[in-house]
Each structure stands twice: as C-alpha cells, then as structure tokens.
C-alpha cells in the first residue's frame, strides 16, 4: 500500500490541492483537507473498483471532503480565482509591461467578484472544467451529475459570469463618464 499511497501523491496531489483551494480559498484549510482526502484514500483504496480512473476517483472524494468543509463553516458558497478567459485568446507578448501586470490583476480580480456571485454548482463546473481542463464526461462523474446536467451548468454559469462581468464593467464606466 505504501507504493500504491507514494504513487497517488505523486501524481495528485497538486492537482488535490488546487481543486480545493480554489473551494476553500484558503491555504491552510486546503492543505488540511489534502491529508483528510489521503485519509480517505488510505482507508478505502481497497474499496476502489477502477470503474473510474484514479484522478477522477480522487477528485470525487476531494469534492465531497471540501462540501463538507463548507458546510461545517455555514459558508453559502465558496471563493476562487479565476484563470477563466472569455475569448481564449493569448497575448503574443510574453513579458508584459508593469502596468498591464497591474490592469491585469485588476480585471481578474473584477472576475473573481463576479464569480463569488455563482452558485456553488457553477463555480464546481468551472474549476473542473477550466481549471483542472477536465472532460465533461470527467466532470460528471466527479459531481455524480448527468453528462446532460454538467453541459447545462456549464452553459448557465458562463451566461452568468459574463452577464455579472458585463454589468460591473457597465457601472464602472458610468462611474468613469
């Protein structure tokens, strides 16, 4: 068990805490719930019937474990941040300037107040799809949902956080004239 436990961490780990950080917000409680899921792990690997692959059994027990956590703390929903590009478009520059570091942060962080806005289901579906780049396959099997499910709270939640976008950017430039 100890190669199999060596093994898990290995490959997963970074991909663990990310996930639940991205839930939680906070480092320390992130890297406290991590052990919690290789408690888990640990004492239900046995149990572990390969219907599904490794990381997506993994991440599966991560969700439920970081669920809890914020039911215990009485948290309505949970905070991240944001790698979620609209347009998929990259800049050709790869060291940008000091003040389009700062318009940048800027405008991830105007993201990230609109993403705390989504519902917990919402801000799940974009965490794994976008962030840990799963499949929707992957991503339904995670949150136990229907293919059907997750493509729909997909298409929901992006409406929503481009609406909530809209709007801010909207009231800032009124702010601005």
């Known amino acids: 068990m100890d190669n199999v436990f060596d093994r898990l961490y290995e490959h997963y780990h970074t991909n663990l805490f990310q996930f639940i950080f991205y839930m939680v917000k906070n480092r320390a409680v992130a890297e406290e719930l991590v052990q919690e899921v290789y408690i888990k792990v640990l004492r239900s690997y046995q149990n572990y019937e390969e219907r599904s692959n490794e ?38 520059d790869n060291a940008p300037l000091p003040d389009e570091i700062l318009v940048q942060k800027e405008e991830v962080q105007g993201v990230y107040k609109c993403l705390r806005e989504c519902t917990l289901d919402q801000q799940q579906v974009l965490i794994l799809r976008y962030i840990q780049e799963l499949s929707v396959n992957e991503t339904a099997e995670i949150l136990n949902w229907s293919v059907s499910k997750v493509k729909t709270t997909q298409h929901r939640a992006i409406k929503a956080l481009r609406e909530l976008v809209d709007d801010k950017t909207n009231s800032q430039l009124k702010g601005v004239l």
């Not at 039911?71 to 941040?81: C, E, G, I, P």
């Open 55 to 92: 990381k997506t059994w993994l991440l599966a027990i991560a969700r439920n474990v970081a669920i809890d956590y914020l039911r215990t703390h009485n948290r309505r929903t949970s905070r991240w941040l944001s790698k979620f590009d609209f347009n998929k478009q990259q800049t050709e």
